[in-house]
């Protein structure tokens, strides 16, 4: 591959801690800390953005950030970054393809030590599947990633294999893992590529909070709108996983 081009960004990371606030009540308290890094020791991944869903309004929310996820996409690979696309259950689809071949070809390692990491509770009920929009039988219905994000053939990465994924971002010498797509309260978390499983595994990573989703049906608690449900899911990721930032760090107004 060519050599990257020697540039920064500077990232905007938001977390959340409790505190001891006011005369010693329990309060959550908002941070922000900002970081920049060269744009060639930054990775993001683009988790589960698939070209259909059982769920007919996870389709249309996909639908409406695919466009907006792709042009974030296609800024931060121009500036140097590494674009690794982690469709789960599809990789059958792309078997030969540059981009899949080169996640291949990575040399495999050994999964590290993992790192004790409480598993908090959700604050949204997902048990019905989470659809908003009636189906109750979850289908996988995939067969690719949406066709509205791109894949450059000659640079990107295709794999839905954690230890594959983390293979190609310790050969990448990645600083920051960024991670996008869908969903929140399920992919997000708990892929082996994804967040939950990185952070065991000591690797700095940040949710793209304005590029991502949940998939909760408002009738189940706590009974607020989707987007709520969305909401506090990413609050929770800052509160009890890792920091989050906005795709404006790589596309400022």
Same mark, same amino acid.
């Given at each position: ?6 540039t ?14 006011n005369?010693?009540?329990? #309060?959550?308290? $908002? ?16 988790c589960?953005?698939?070209d259909?869903?059982?769920?007919? &309004? ?13 042009? $974030?996409? %296609?800024?931060?690979?121009?500036? &140097?970054?590494?674009?690794? /696309?982690?469709?789960?259950e $599809?990789?059958?689809?792309?078997? &030969? ?18 790192? #004790?990491? %409480?598993d ?6 997902d ?42 971002? %310790?050969k ?53 709108? /989707?987007?709520?449900? $969305? ?9 009890f ?6 795709s ?6």
């Amino acid at each position: 591959m060519d050599e990257a081009p020697q540039t920064t960004v500077t990232l905007h990371f938001r977390s959340q801690s409790l505190i001891k606030f006011n005369v010693a009540f329990n #309060e959550w308290q $908002t941070s922000f800390v900002e970081e920049t890094l060269p744009c060639h020791q930054i990775a993001l991944i683009v988790c589960d953005m698939w070209d259909a869903h059982w769920s007919r &309004g996870a389709v249309e929310r996909v639908s409406q950030m695919a466009p907006r996820m792709n042009a $974030t996409l %296609k800024i931060a690979r121009a500036l &140097g970054s590494n674009i690794i /696309h982690a469709p789960s259950e $599809t990789m059958a689809y792309y078997a &030969g393809s540059p981009a899949r071949e080169r996640a291949l070809s990575v040399p495999a390692i050994s999964a590290p030590v993992e790192i #004790e990491h %409480k598993d908090y509770a959700l604050p949204i009920d997902d048990s019905d599947g989470g659809s908003d929009t009636g189906e109750t039988v979850p289908t996988p219905i995939w067969t690719c990633q949406h066709p509205v994000i791109q894949i450059d053939q000659e640079k990107d990465f295709i794999s839905d294999d954690g230890l594959q994924v983390l293979a190609i971002l %310790k050969k990448l010498d990645i600083k920051r893992l960024l991670i996008m797509g869908v969903h929140t309260n399920m992919c997000i978390l708990n892929r082996s590529f994804a967040i939950k499983q990185m952070v065991r595994w000591g690797l700095p990573v940040a949710l793209v909070r304005d590029l991502t989703d949940s998939l909760y049906n408002p009738a189940l608690p706590p009974y607020v709108s /989707h987007d709520l449900g $969305t909401w506090l899911m990413i609050e929770y990721i800052e509160k009890f996983w890792c920091s989050t930032i906005t795709s404006a760090d790589f596309s400022p107004v």
